[in-house]
């Protein structure tokens, strides 16, 4: 707000453009805003806003726009801020703090700080988990070092619950080789990233995994929603490999046309014969070269033999 009682003298000059607000201020009024007041102008990018904040009291820092809204519980978001005209001492803290979900500032949660002398940055915040959800919320900056309550960002903010990544193995335990699809949920589509501790999947973002593991498998999966880092969450998933069983298949006796000869399967926990046994063993009589195929299983892997 203009204080019109104390800037009368100012020559300033506020015109729309395009819905975005500009300003123009004589060299008197930039010098005596240079000590008096500080200007809060954010007339680009895509949180321009037709406004123009003044204040002629003491100088204070101006806490800039939050590009991140809605903002779920345990997300990150950057606070720029700007204490041009300030001097910070060694030892200064800036601190982002956020509001109750009216956005007053009675009792303001502290969100992550940054030391620090230089007038200005952003500070990287964490919402807790425990964030009430809610639409009024605002973000401020304060100094210790010289002490400073910054302005809040302007605009009310979204906080919504924490976001919660699912990932499931189809199956969790595979044969070596075998293939397994992992299921991500929860994020955006085209928004996920997964990783195989130490790398990640280069350029793959898809929500579901395809694989055909040798050795146990441990996966990281990072899901969004909405703007970057405001909503995110992640889930480990593990898949275990079973090595392929010692497996073997003999005859008895050889035997002549007609007579009898018994096939002994070994290896395996299940058995499946051509003729749909599901024994160990078999007994053919074969009138000739006969082939004979059983498959045999010990846990998630099958051979045949």
């Known amino acids: ?170 199956p969790d335990t595979v044969c070596v080789g075998s293939k397994a699809v992992i299921k991500g949920l929860g994020g955006d589509p085209k928004r996920y990233e997964w990783y195989e501790p130490p790398k990640t999947v280069p350029d793959f973002t898809d929500d579901s995994l395809v694989i055909f593991p040798t050795t146990n498998k441990t996966y990281i999966l990072w899901g969004r929603v909405g703007p970057d880092y405001g909503c995110i969450d992640s889930t480990t998933v593990k898949i275990v490999v079973q090595p392929k069983p010692v497996v073997s298949v003999t005859d008895t006796a050889r035997t002549c046309v007609g007579l009898g000869a018994v096939l002994k399967a070994t290896g395996g926990t299940k058995y499946l014969w051509g003729n749909g046994s599901t024994k160990d063993s078999l007994v053919v009589f074969p009138t000739k070269d006969t082939m004979v195929v059983v498959s045999i299983t010990k846990g998630y892997c099958t051979i045949k033999d």
């Open 1 to 170: 707000m203009i204080k019109s009682s104390t800037l009368s003298f100012l020559f300033l000059f506020v015109f729309l453009n395009t819905g975005k607000a500009q300003v123009f201020w004589t060299e008197r009024f930039e010098k005596v805003c240079s000590t008096q007041c500080k200007v809060d102008s954010y007339t680009t990018g895509p949180n321009a806003v037709d406004s123009i904040r003044l204040s002629t009291t003491a100088v204070s820092i101006i806490t800039g726009p939050i590009l991140t809204s809605p903002i779920c519980g345990c997300g990150v978001v950057e606070v720029p801020y700007d204490g041009t005209g300030l001097v910070f001492k060694p030892g200064n803290k800036f601190t982002a703090e956020l509001s109750d979900a009216n956005g007053s500032f009675a009792n303001p949660i502290g969100l992550g700080f940054k030391p620090g002398t230089t007038v200005t940055g952003s500070i990287t915040a964490n919402i807790r988990c425990d964030i009430p959800p809610g639409t009024g919320y605002r973000i401020r900056v304060t100094s210790s070092d010289t002490a400073s309550i910054g302005t809040d960002n302007g605009v009310d903010l979204k906080i919504n619950p924490p976001l919660v990544i699912t990932a499931t193995p189809n």
